[in-house]
């Protein structure tokens, strides 16, 4: 396959102003996190930076290297990079900025408001799955895929709820930390609980849902949110579908991106219930007071 993707030439498969994009982000960050820094202002911790710069590089791969381009051919590479997109870029980056930007960002008089009701747990468990959900609606999700704008503002919409519903269960700012441990857990299951659904309806369905990767005619529109359009016009002649690329079938396509999206869910879930239950654990632990020196256990 990787053969046939270089007919669509560099800039589709790399994306090099999205490149630039990350390393002036990764380069704002270093400048205000470090020379501009003022005093009271701490730097990063090395595992914050590595988190954070960890984020620009999982953001690049998935929406700048040809994993791109391959949501657009596979349903499969879809569902993998919305996977990666939603539940676990937003985490690395919520960890890795340091906690005196969180506080200046909460602090904006308008913003503040706005912000503390949307990361309230039950709010932002119902917006990200509901949104979640909504998308691949097929009517909304084909809309998505055939317009630039429309694209652009859902995918980044869903992305900002992703970011307030991880707020729940990482937030660096104590007096909004308002789970226990063992609510955080409980949050989590809320999640693969809630998406689940949606993940259902794609998996079982016996014919393909979206016109994106069924109709000649809607796939290029989609490619073109990616693909030069001198590129696209060049190639529109002796490409049909997402067929040219892949032998498997579109339904199942479909069922496997409904599964790799349901499993990679578990999976970074399941990591993240088991950090907090031994967060938890060995918290606990510590602050267990140890038996005097001249108390005797019995033998």
Not at 3 to 10: A, D, H, N, S, V
Not at 107 to 131: R, Y
Not at 215 to 223: L, V
Request: hydrophobic share 50%; charged share 10%; proline share 7%.
């Amino acid at each position: 396959m990787w053969l046939e993707l270089q007919i669509f030439g560099f800039r589709a498969l790399w994306s090099p102003y999205y490149l630039i994009f990350i390393l002036a982000i990764s380069v704002l960050y270093y400048y205000i996190t470090g020379p501009k820094r003022k005093n009271g202002e701490e730097r990063p911790a090395v595992n914050q930076q590595i988190m954070f710069y960890s984020g620009m590089i999982l953001l690049y791969i998935i929406k700048g290297s040809p994993v791109d381009l391959l949501s657009h051919i596979m349903f499969t590479a879809h569902m993998t990079q919305m996977a990666l997109y939603y539940l676990l870029f937003p985490i690395l980056i919520i960890k890795g900025v340091p906690l005196w930007i969180w506080r200046k960002v909460f602090a904006v008089p308008v913003l503040s408001s706005f912000l503390t009701l949307m990361t309230k747990p039950l709010v932002s468990l119902i917006v990200f799955n509901g949104l979640f959900s909504i998308y691949h609606m097929p009517v909304i999700f084909d809309y998505a895929k055939s317009n630039e704008v429309a694209h652009t503002l859902i995918t980044t919409f869903i992305l900002v709820t992703a970011f307030f519903m991880w707020w729940s269960v990482f937030s660096p700012i104590k007096e909004m930390d308002r789970l226990s441990p063992i609510l955080k857990i409980g949050f989590i299951f809320a999640n693969g609980v809630l998406i689940t659904p949606a993940c259902g309806l794609i998996i079982f369905a016996g014919t393909p849902l979206y016109e994106t990767y069924t109709q000649s005619g809607a796939w290029m529109q989609a490619m073109s949110l990616c693909v030069p359009s001198e590129v696209l016009a060049g190639l529109s002649a002796s490409l049909s579908g997402p067929e040219y690329f892949t032998p498997m079938p579109l339904v199942e396509d479909q069922q496997l991106g409904g599964i790799i999206m349901k499993i990679t869910q578990e999976i970074i879930f399941g990591v993240i219930i088991a950090y907090i239950f031994f967060s938890w654990f060995n918290r606990e632990r510590d602050t267990i007071d140890p038996l005097p020196p001249n108390v005797q256990t019995e033998s």
